[in-house]
């Protein structure tokens, strides 16, 4: 319980007397006649012992596509359970731990554990599982075993979807000034993801997936009473147990990804001088690739020596000048020294199929940013914020290997009015650079005219207005609104203009003591320009790029019935998701049809539920899930539609889901 510092000073001063005269600290008050009672806290409750709830679920899907399992939390067709649950545990010497569970038992859910001493010592241990859903029931003549992709006659049925389990110990130890960490993790990643050959022939094949990632941090700090400082290490290992796949007669018509590690190692601080804060960072690192490389005619190399070295500096600092202005900066720098292998290989030019030789090219990235940044309070109520930041980034063997961003914003907040809060932003960026190059070492065979959108001139103007309004004590509105333009000015071949704007609408409603509802609405419109050119000059077609994305839910909960021991409630989503690409120019084709199709989906989410107390420990829930799903991409091409061309078929969904689920929560107290 936290009082108020005066309160108690003024108390021991009244009651203490002369024993105050030489030290006014108030620790060293006599508070031998003190009726303590008087200031101790007549609400507070121990928590000592288990607090807590567990909750036991039972129920039933209703699922014809996998892909209902994102929104389920499990693809599985029937019965179906779960457990999850919220314990704590504490005695009056500081043991302490916690035990928490979310829908164990299915798909996606996890379990973490914490034992220790408050203060101290604490010992975590935790697991989650997530796996997501891209189709089911896929068809492909291409059988897997061990690194031979087998053509059958009998047809192989698998899932497009990928599980990701992940187990985690960590330990703590720390008392007063410093501290200590250590924490390791397992991730082991499995299942299948769709993939392609292109030689001999062009194929689309469910690749497997075996892959584990672990991980190993560990760290100590130091604190005063107006600094801190830590030293880490991070350190990440990656191993791929699928190996290069290859064909019958064809070895190695694919490589798979090679196993690979990073380390790091981090120095921060932070130190505080009156009203100014510093806060440091430095990182220095290591990535290290050495894998065997499939053997091809002309590649004199039977393994690839990959490293980077890592350097990262960052160094900010903010201080409050007066009580109306602060001011703030900071300046980051990473580097990426590219030291990998460098090796002379066979090439061919198309003209004549000459032979030559070339080198290739590791890319070396240097990035600079600064920022600068001032806060002012005009009034009260007002505070206008501004800024200028500026990214410099230089790229070794690069079509452009410099690039410099600049950006400036304001933002002003208006708290003055009653039940009302106003946040209104501008920015204006430009991005320049050196000369745009295109030659044999950075990319022979594009056009010259060609500009890359991550390397192009461009300039962004960007607002954004947010208005909180609280028109009744049980009501509350936010909007926002947000409009960006990109203008690539420079580019006659690529990314030619962008725009990028919406808004939000959240509402809050308390009817009553019992009953609430909420709702919400948001748009997003991205339309976007590009041009390019079958002839390999000039502009001789374009396309026209339009994303229109919508969320629109509501909900509500209704309580109090049954002498206050039902609670009924419910939640609805509908999303909806367009991408229209019309083409003009040179790929229209004579019969009108266009190269690039669009794409449209939807979803309708519906959630109802009835919680009723048994008591006031035990209590059931009835809920009930529907999902309505539907998309189309046309891009998606059937199997063997496309003469020489061997896909999965298309993966588009339409289909209804159902779940209801019976739970039983336990409140321990």
Not at 18 to 31: K, Q
Not at 203 to 218: E, I, R, S, W
Not at 597 to 622: E, F, I, T
Request: aromatic letters at 12%; a negative charge; proline letters at 2%.
């Amino acid at each position: 319980m936290r009082f108020k510092l005066n309160i108690i000073t003024v108390s021991l001063l009244a009651i203490s007397g002369s024993a105050m005269a030489t030290n006014f600290g108030v620790g060293n008050a006599n508070t031998d006649s003190i009726n303590m009672d008087k200031y101790q806290c007549k609400r507070c409750v121990s928590i000592n012992g288990y607090r807590g709830e567990v909750t036991v679920s039972a129920g039933y899907n209703s699922v014809d596509d996998i892909h209902a399992g994102n929104a389920l939390g499990t693809d599985e067709d029937g019965a179906i359970a779960a457990v999850s649950g919220d314990i704590r545990y504490q005695n009056e010497t500081g043991y302490q731990a916690q035990m928490q569970a979310y829908q164990l038992g299915m798909d996606n859910g996890f379990a973490n554990i914490k034992v220790g001493k408050s203060g101290l010592y604490e010992l975590e241990l935790d697991y989650q599982s997530l796996k997501s859903y891209q189709a089911g029931d896929v068809q492909s003549q291409l059988w897997h075993n061990d690194g031979m992709l087998t053509p059958n006659a009998y047809t192989n049925e698998f899932d497009l979807a990928l599980k990701r389990e992940k187990s985690t110990i960590g330990f703590n130890y720390g008392e007063g000034i410093y501290n200590t960490f250590i924490r390791y993790s397992q991730e082991d990643k499995t299942g299948h993801q769709s993939s392609s050959l292109v030689a001999p022939s062009p194929v689309n094949f469910g690749l497997p997936v075996d892959a584990t990632t672990k991980q190993l941090d560990a760290g100590a700090s130091l604190a005063g009473d107006n600094w801190l400082t830590e030293l880490s290490y991070f350190g990440s290992y990656y191993s791929n147990n699928i190996t290069d796949l290859s064909l019958p007669q064809v070895n190695d018509v694919y490589s798979a990804t090679p196993d690979n590690q990073a380390h790091q190692v981090s120095l921060s601080g932070q130190y505080r001088f009156n009203r100014t804060v510093m806060s440091g960072r430095l990182v220095t690192g290591r990535m290290i690739q050495d894998d065997a490389l499939i053997q091809m005619s002309g590649n004199p190399l039977q393994s690839w020596d990959g490293q980077i070295d890592t350097l990262d500096g960052r160094f900010a600092v903010t201080s409050m000048l007066s009580n109306r202005l602060r001011l703030g900066g900071s300046v980051d720098y990473s580097k990426r020294d590219n030291k990998s292998s460098v090796w002379e290989f066979t090439q061919y030019s198309y003209n004549g199929l000459s032979g030559a030789f070339k080198q290739n090219m590791p890319q070396d990235i240097e990035r600079n940013t600064y920022k600068v940044n001032a806060s002012y309070r005009l009034a009260s109520g007002y505070r206008l914020q501004a800024g200028y930041d500026r990214k410099e980034v230089d790229r070794t063997y690069s079509e452009r290997e410099q690039t410099n961003e600049d950006s400036l914003w304001a933002k002003l907040n208006v708290r003055a009015f009653d039940q009302f809060n106003i946040n209104l932003k501008a920015s204006h960026g430009n991005r320049g650079g050196s000369d745009y190059e295109v030659n044999q070492v950075t990319s022979s065979e594009d056009n010259a005219l060609m500009r890359k959108y991550y390397l192009a001139d461009r300039k962004r103007n960007a607002v954004e207005l947010k208005v909180n309004h609280s028109p009744l004590s049980w009501v509350s509105v936010d909007v926002t609104g947000r409009y960006a333009k990109d203008d690539y000015d420079a580019t006659e071949i690529g990314l030619t203009e962008s725009e990028d704007f919406g808004y939000d609408v959240n509402l809050s409603l308390q009817f009553s003591k019992h009953l609430s509802a909420y709702g919400f609405a948001g748009q997003q419109w991205i339309n976007s320009a590009q041009a390019g050119s079958q002839s390999f000059s000039s502009p001789d077609w374009n396309a026209d790029i339009e994303d229109e994305f919508i969320n629109i839910g509501a909900g509500f909960s209704y309580g109090g019935l049954m002498q206050d021991r039902l609670t009924l409630g419910g939640d609805y989503l509908f999303s909806n998701s367009i991408s229209d690409t019309s083409v003009g120019g040179t790929l229209v084709t004579a019969n009108g049809s266009r190269p690039y199709g669009d794409y449209y989906s939807y979803n309708h989410s519906v959630r109802m539920y009835a919680d009723y107390a048994l008591s006031k420990q035990m209590a059931l829930k009835l809920s009930y899930q529907y999902e309505r799903y539907y998309d189309t991409d046309a891009a998606q091409v059937a199997t063997n539609a496309v003469p020489g061309l061997t896909t999965l078929g298309e993966l588009n969904h339409d289909y209804n889901a159902h779940q209801v689920m019976l739970s039983f929560s336990y409140l321990l107290r």
